[in-house]
């Protein structure tokens, strides 16, 4: 959010890269899972939810005041992060489904307490109010904690603005094209390599798992048994 003071939700554009940045901005799959390009060369992961219309709506504005969209550049919605998180949910997150719906249950009664309605009714600065409350653990109602919920939301809004499209974040490479990160190469030119220095070296737009080599090894991976998490 333009003009935010220090701690305020949401994160600076500043902040937001910086925390991209020590993350690191790939995500990869658990090993152990077959995947399978689509028609466009663009793998994807079946869509998923397990969060209802009301708790949807709830993370959703969330989300947008975490990473909002200004004029600097995209934010959480044209990334599909809430999307990225409901199918993690459906799978590598399952054992988070009722961290998530309490918890936005509890964002919403809390909302509702502190300014009287649920928290995608209210206005943007009374959002980053209650969201400051979040971070800070003083906002009561949340299991295990306010700030602890805070938390865990922030790393997979993060995840699902920088992470592998595969996964169902970063639509349209919208969060790479943010970082100026180039995409994932199995080869490099010295010519490539000179325009990366250069900051000029142009994205090619493709997941990780579009390289048929990468395809290969997660399917031989799958037909050996579940491995430990990349």
């Given amino acids: 959010m333009s003009g935010s003071t220090p701690g305020a939700r949401a994160l600076s554009r500043r902040e937001l890269l910086k ?3 020590a993350a690191g901005v790939v995500f990869t799959l ?9 028609a466009t060369g663009t793998v994807r992961r079946p869509a998923a939810t397990t969060l209802t219309a009301g708790e949807s709506a709830t993370l959703e504005a969330v989300l947008e005041r975490l990473i909002p969209t200004d004029a600097t550049g995209p934010g959480a919605r044209e990334a599909q992060v809430l999307r990225y998180i409901q199918q993690a949910l459906a799978g590598d997150l399952k ?3 009722g961290v998530y719906s309490g918890n936005l249950a509890a964002l919403d009664a809390y909302a509702a307490g502190r300014f009287g309605a649920a928290f995608a009714q ?6 980053d109010a ?3 409350d979040l ?3 003083t906002a009561t109602g949340f299991a295990p ?22 996964h169902g974040g970063n639509a349209n490479f919208v969060g790479w094209d943010l970082l100026g990160y180039p995409g994932v190469r199995t080869q490099v030119t010295a010519a490539d390599q000179q325009a990366l220095e250069r900051n000029q070296l142009k994205p090619n737009h493709r997941s990780a798992y579009d390289n048929e080599m990468f395809n290969k090894a997660t399917a031989s991976a799958a037909a050996e048994g579940p491995h430990h998490a990349d």
């Fill in 130 to 132: 209650v969201l400051r």
């Fill in 122 to 127: 209210l206005a943007a600065d009374q959002q």
């Fill in 145 to 166: 904690s306010a700030d602890a919920f805070f938390e865990t939301v922030l790393e997979h809004a993060l995840e699902g603005m920088f992470g592998d499209p595969y």
């Fill in 30 to 38: 658990p090993a152990g899972t077959a995947i399978t390009p689509t």
């Fill in 135 to 137: 971070e800070a653990g």
């Fill in 19 to 21: 925390r991209a940045g």
């Fill in 95 to 97: 054992a988070l489904q």
